[in-house]
T-cell receptor
Framework: AQSVTQPDIHITVSEGASLELRCNYS??????LFWYVQSPGQGLQLLLK??????LVQGIKGFEAEFKRSQSSFNLRKPSVHWSDAAEYFC???????????FGRGTSLIVHP | KAGVTQTPRYLIKTRGQQVTLSCSPI?????VSWYQQTPGQGLQFLFE???????NKGNFPGRFSGRQFSNSRSEMNVSTLELGDSALYLC?????????FGQGTRLTVV
């Protein structure tokens, strides 16, 4: 079955530190991959997406993600975290023939001053 | 370009009542999907409508239903509300490449 796994439920970092959120997928073929961010009580905002091509993808708010086919991973990174980055982050994947993404359970990012 | 609009933002209902939530997608998008988000279950897919037809359905009881109008606006209805239906309901408007989400409707069942 198709699935997306985010191994970390919570991640705590200090402001200014680097960040990496993990995401692994299980699909028959390489899916389309996405990272979303959700602030409390809000909807999901798309940070970045990967369809094909360059495996390092740049997104909004200074985020980037790297697709690694050999590891079935699509990890999200940011070199220096700001307090405003505290939120829930969701990795998602969908196959090319579907409009329905499968979401991971989410990783809650806590930023210490 | 206007985003996805969900109304109302907040709703409080009593057990046994029914509720209707509305979603206006991005202009030109024909696919509208609904998700239920709870702390314990995460994001769960309810159903997807495309050009007024339900194209995909998640694993929810028949109390959850939806429809889509010719202008792509969508509604979802929950009948005979239960306490466990309390959740954030998110609507997504999709193009061929990505899904855009509304702010959600926070439903509280008391």
């Amino acid at each position: 079955a198709q699935s997306v796994t985010q191994p970390d439920i919570h991640i705590t970092v200090s402001e200014g530190a680097s960040l990496e959120l993990r995401c692994n997928y299980s699909y028959g073929a390489t899916p389309y991959l996405f990272w979303y961010v959700q602030s409390p009580g809000q909807g999901l905002q798309l940070l970045l997406k990967y369809f094909s091509g360059d495996t390092l993808v740049q997104g909004i708010k200074g985020f980037e993600a790297e697709f690694k086919r050999s590891q079935s991973s699509f990890n999200l990174r940011k070199p220096s975290v700001h307090w405003s980055d505290a939120a829930e982050y969701f990795c998602a994947a969908r196959s090319g023939g579907s409009y329905i993404p499968t979401f991971g359970r989410g990783t809650s990012l806590i930023v210490h001053p | 370009k206007a985003g996805v609009t969900q109304t109302p933002r907040y709703l409080i209902k009593t057990r046994g009542q029914q509720v209707t939530l509305s979603c206006s997608p991005i202009s030109g998008h024909r696919s509208v999907s609904w998700y239920q988000q709870t702390p314990g279950q995460g994001l769960q897919f309810l159903f997807e409508y495309f050009s007024e037809t339900q194209r995909n359905k998640g694993n929810f009881p028949g109390r959850f239903s939806g429809r889509q109008f010719s202008n792509s606006r969508s509604e979802m209805n929950v009948s005979t509300l239960e306490l466990g239906d309390s959740a954030l309901y998110l609507c997504a408007s999709s193009s061929d490449t990505e899904a855009f989400f509304g702010q959600g409707t926070r439903l509280t069942v008391v």
